[in-house]
């Protein structure tokens, strides 16, 4: 499998995971444990990873997962470079300076940022929020 390839599986595992494990985030159960990721409306870079320990530390191995399942399909190389994306992509998807600016907006939308605000809507990636329902209108 090429370079390329390898990185997409990598990124698109951990969209995966991350988008069920946000779900699972956002039960009763479990939203006293991601509450503080959510204390503040207004995100910026800095909120991306206001979280417990414990919920930073899952929410992020998604992409590591695949490469544990695959190995040696999925390059040492494609795993780094495909989390590194992922880990960039948070930072981005909290900061609406940077999801307006015109270098990313060709890419980034308020999508998550929405969901900051609504809390029960846009778990992940829109295309995983749309296939489960939870995409919000007009976002």
């Not at 503080?36 to 206001?50: G, P, S, Y």
């Not at 300076?97 to 907006?105: A, E, I, K, S, T």
């Amino acid at each position: 499998m090429n370079t390329f390839l390898q990185i997409l599986v990598v990124i698109l595992s951990y969209d995966i995971f991350f988008y069920y494990f946000h779900r699972l985030l956002h039960l009763k159960w479990c939203y006293p444990y991601h509450k503080k990721h959510h204390e503040t409306l207004d995100t910026n870079w800095r909120t991306t990873f206001r979280a417990d320990f414990i919920e930073n530390s899952v929410s992020g191995i998604g992409g590591v997962v695949i490469y544990g399942l695959v190995y040696p399909t999925i390059s040492f190389n494609a795993l780094v470079i495909g989390n590194l994306y992922c880990f960039l992509n948070g930072f981005v998807d909290h900061e609406p300076r940077l999801v307006n600016h015109p270098v990313f907006n060709w890419w980034y939308t308020d999508h998550h940022i929405n969901h900051h605000k609504y809390f029960t809507c846009n778990y992940g990636r829109k295309w995983l929020d749309y296939l489960h329902g939870t995409l919000r209108k007009n976002s």
